[in-house]
């Protein structure tokens, strides 16, 4: 039985797959943030339109309600092995630690939204963004670029040299609000199906 695959856009085998009659069942890109670029009073701005959504780093205490949030969104990430997630976060998942960040945007104590990223030892001093999502309640009220804000600018300050994520390309609310903080696409890649 042969699988799926996932591949830069840009190589030889994404190509050589296609012309095999091999199907592009979905699309997702690479970021990435040049710190030499960032605007940081227009990360600020992002994080104060969210008010009064309070942002704060997550901790062992907030384990039990990622759990909860995350299984009430994790079903809302598009696309296919690339970018699907298939099951929520667990306890452990869900757990800060050094090489696992997490932030969340609370409205009177509830949490509304989180961010996770993880560091990343194959880029250096880097962090990849795993994942954001808010409450479909509390949608299109800027808490996506907020918590992004919050994060890149911490992540910066603590002397991060580079963070990217990854995304689907039908996720527009996300791509929106990865692209307003200063996310640039740089990668393409393909999964691919045989026919």
Same mark, same amino acid.
Not at 73 to 78: A, I, L, Q
Not at 137 to 142: I, L, N, S, T
């Given at each position: ?9 840009? /190589?030889?085998?994404?190509?050589? %797959? ?18 030499? %670029?960032?605007?940081?009073?227009? %990360? $600020? ?10 942002? $704060? ?27 699907? $997630? ?13 090489? $696992? ?48 804000? /919050?994060?890149? %600018? ?42």
């Amino acid at each position: 039985m042969t699988h799926k695959k996932i591949l830069n856009a840009a /190589t030889t085998e994404a190509q050589e %797959l296609q012309e095999k009659g091999w199907e592009v069942v979905a699309r997702s890109w690479g970021a990435g943030i040049d710190p030499d %670029l960032l605007e940081a009073d227009k %990360l $600020r701005r992002f994080i104060g339109e969210a008010l009064p959504i309070i942002i $704060r780093p997550l901790t062992i205490n907030d384990v039990e309600a990622v759990v909860e949030f995350d299984e009430m969104t994790f079903k809302d990430f598009p696309g296919d092995i690339a970018t699907q $997630r298939e099951k929520p976060v667990n306890s452990e998942e869900a757990t800060p630690r050094e090489v $696992r960040l997490g932030w969340g945007a609370f409205s009177n104590n509830e949490m509304v939204g989180m961010l996770y990223a993880d560091i990343d030892g194959r880029h250096g001093n880097g962090v990849e963004i795993d994942f954001f999502s808010v409450n479909p309640a509390h949608r299109d009220k800027g808490i996506g670029k907020a918590l992004l804000a /919050t994060a890149i %600018l911490k992540l910066l300050a603590d002397g991060i040299k580079s963070i990217r994520t990854g995304v689907a390309d039908e996720n527009v609310a996300s791509i929106t609000a990865l692209e307003s903080v200063g996310f640039v696409k740089d990668e393409e890649w393909l999964t691919l199906s045989p026919n």
